[in-house]
């Protein structure tokens, strides 16, 4: 019996060494594309354990899932896995009158909500919620062991009177809804990283953004990244026992 508890406690603590945090999102958390850089490319520089990101351009909660790619992590995610959901940017309605862009969501904070579009070959296609999308993923990271946190989009560029303000709309909103319907840790992304940005002030976020008014280079990447870890230092979240010496050092404050 000795032994056997032995055995279990070592099997117990090398899984525990080995947990990777798996990044889901679109392409302001994904690997660099020219000279524009996601923030989940410098996010592991202030963490001890393995990042994989996942990120891709484009991508909707809604793509996301029909293309495949929350299969993709939910296949390989082991017991003890973080997973971080952040999306938001490209589920936008197509606009009226124009055909299903394939990414956009039912409009509303919920998870039955569902809507129906028209594809570009005319059809009508049945299409949910975000939280649908968004919740559906976290319930098969449930199913494997994983821990999932939601975290909400990205702020543009958008100073108005010398300030970013914290409101980020509905997709934060909805973020924000999953994490108490699911009971998971939601960081509020937006929030953390319009602070970063107000500190900073316009003139020198202005120099983050070099192509448009919500892709960021590096050096954006890295604040970007820094308002995410302290959000996550602020948070319950156990994860953020895998923040390495570095991160305590990121400035501003809890919100």
């Known amino acids: 019996m000795l032994l056997y508890n032995a055995v279990a406690l070592l099997a117990a603590t090398l899984a525990v060494r080995s947990q990777t ?3 889901a999102g679109d392409s302001t958390m994904a690997p660099s ?6 923030w989940g490319t410098a996010v592991g520089r202030y963490l001890s354990i393995t990042t994989v990101n996942k990120g891709v351009g484009g991508e909707s909660a809604r793509s996301y899932t029909n293309n495949g790619r929350f299969n993709e992590i939910i296949n390989v995610v082991k017991p003890g896995d973080f997973v971080v959901f952040e999306f938001g940017h490209n589920d936008v309605s197509a606009g009226s009158g124009n055909p299903d862009n394939g990414k956009q969501d039912a409009v509303g904070d919920g998870y039955d909500i569902t809507a129906t579009v028209t594809a570009a070959n005319g059809t009508q296609i049945l299409i949910h ?7 559906n993923a976290i319930n098969a990271v449930a199913a494997k062991g994983g821990i999932s946190i939601i975290s909400s989009l990205t702020p543009h560029n958008s100073f108005v009177n010398g300030n970013i303000g914290f409101d980020g709309g509905r997709f934060q909103t909805y973020a924000k809804s999953i994490g108490t319907r699911k009971n998971i840790v939601y960081v509020d992304h937006y929030s953390y990283t319009a602070q970063a940005f107000n500190a900073l002030g316009q003139t020198k976020v202005a120099t983050f953004f070099p ?7 590096a050096a954006g990447a890295d604040v970007v ?3 995410f870890i302290k959000g996550l230092l602020c948070s319950t979240s156990t994860l953020k026992i895998k923040v390495n010496s570095a991160g305590p050092n990121v400035p501003n404050g809890c919100l």
Do not use: M, R
Request: proline share 0%.
């Open 21 to 23: 945090l798996y990044l």
């Open 33 to 38: 594309s020219g000279v524009i850089q996601g």
């Open 129 to 135: 919620s975000f939280a649908y999308y968004i919740e």
């Open 211 to 217: 192509d448009d008014a919500l892709h960021f280079n």
């Open 225 to 227: 990244a820094q308002a």
